[in-house]
């Protein structure tokens, strides 16, 4: 069974930083791709930032590019969002998500964390 743990969410002020970071469980921690979601009270979910297993397919929502940046660690089974000139726009719960490339972007990945908040004030 493969499990995804987000961390690192929390209150931040607004123009702060924020470092996410989700884990798996999985024994092969083979993922095409992971990415990061976020969903804000009375708002669809939102696909933020997805990175294919090489890292050298990246995408951003148009929202955060220039200011959040995806990384993983394929050795450590794990993926990060480095957040910063964080806005209050960006008050929401986080999920990681992975499973193919096609999936992250169509926001359906196979596999879902449980989320992390992360709270803006001004």
């Known amino acids: 069974q493969v499990e995804l743990v987000e961390s690192g969410g929390g209150p931040v002020q607004a123009g702060g930083s924020l470092r996410l970071s989700c884990a798996s469980t999985?024994?092969?921690?083979?993922?095409?791709?992971m990415g990061w979601f976020r969903q804000a009270p009375g708002k669809e979910r939102e696909l933020v930032a997805a990175i294919n297993w090489k890292s050298d397919l990246i995408r951003y929502s148009d929202s955060v590019k220039a200011r959040f940046i995806v990384t993983r660690d394929n050795a450590k089974k794990q993926t990060y969002l480095e957040m910063s000139e964080i806005e209050p726009e960006d008050a929401a719960v986080y999920y990681c998500g992975a499973g193919t490339w096609d999936r992250l972007l169509s926001g359906t990945p196979d596999y879902w964390g449980q989320g992390t908040q992360v709270a803006v004030s001004a």
């Open positions: 999985s024994p092969s921690f083979y993922f095409d791709a």
